[in-house]
C-alpha cells in the first residue's frame, strides 16, 4: 500500500520526507490558502523537488480548461512521470481524465462519494481514484463500505487504477485503511506522527534502554559531581552543611588519609533528635558508633549498584576509587540515569 503525506506545510513536509519511504505528496488549494501561500506555481515548483511524487489540482468548468491547466503546470518544469493531476469528479472531468491519461498524464480523480462515480472514472482510465472518508463519516455515510466495494471493483474487473483512502482524521482510519486492502492512503502528518506510538511499546522500550545503562554504565558517570564528605572532628552542624550544600541525604565520614571511616545519614539526624541527645548539631562525628559504610567501586557498573541497593535496603552508597572517598551515588542517581 503507497503512503502519502497530505499536507501544504512546508517545514513538516521536509521533516516527513526524512523518513525515506513515503511515495509521495497529495496537497490542496484549500491547505495553500490555509498556510497563507499565495504564488500557487512557484510552490508548486519547489514541492516537486522535494517528494518523489506530487499530486496537484487541475481545475476548470470544462474539460478543455481542464486538459489546458495541467499542460500549463507541466511547462512550469514539472515531470509527467512523478506528477499526479487531481480533477474533481464530474462529466467534464472524465472526459479530460481519459484525454489526459491518454496522452500519459497520470490522473488521480477525487471528491468521490459514491461507488457510480467511482466506476466512471475507473473507466475514464483514472491512475487514482480517491474517495474521501472522513467527509463522508461527517455526512452519516457508511464511508468504509463505499471504499471497500471501490476496492473490490478494481480488483474483480482488473482494473489499473487505485483506490487512494484520504480525508484521514485519526489512526484508526489507518487500520481500517489496511483492513479494507486499499492501494493507497494519504495521510496528515499529526496523524503519520501517531503511527508508530503504543503505550506498552513505549514501557518495553524504556526498560530495554535502563537495563542497558545498568549494564554499560559505570558508577562515575552518573555519581554527581559533589563530594559530601567530613573528618571524625567534624560537628553534626558541619555534617549538615555538606548534606544541604550537595543535595545529598548522607556524607561521608573520612580519616586523614581520605577512606572511609562511617556515614552520617539524615536518619542518624533523627535518631539524635529525638533520642533526648543535648545540642546535637554540636556533637562531633567521633562521638558516634561509627561502622565501615557500604562502598562500591567508581568503576563498578550500575548494575552492581543497583544490586548493592536493592538487597541492603540503603539509599546512599559512598564511592571510592583505590581505597580513597570520590563521591557519594544515591539510588535517585540510578533513576535519573
Known sequence: MELYLDSADINEIKTAFELGFLTGLTTTPTFMHRHGITDVDSTIVELSKIVPILQI???????????AEAHRQEALGLDRETTVYKIPISMEGVKACKRLTDEGFLVNIHLVYTLQQTYMALEAGATYVCPLVGRLQDQGTDALALVEQCVNAVNYYGYDSKIMFSSVRHVEHV?????IGVHTITVPWKVMQQLTENHFTEIGTKQFEDHTKLMTKRVHQVMSDQNPMVTRDASIADCLVQMTSGGFGAVSVVDNEGSAVGIFTDGDLRRLMTN???????????DLDLHVPLQVEANELLFHAQELFSERKVDELVVVSDGKVVGMLDVQDIIKA
Open 57 to 67: 489540482e487541475a481545475l476548470g468548468q470544462t474539460a478543455d480548461e481542464i486538459v
Open 175 to 179: 487500520r481500517n485503511a489496511i483492513n
Open 276 to 286: 533526648g541527645s543535648s545540642d546535637p548539631l554540636n556533637m562531633k562525628v567521633s
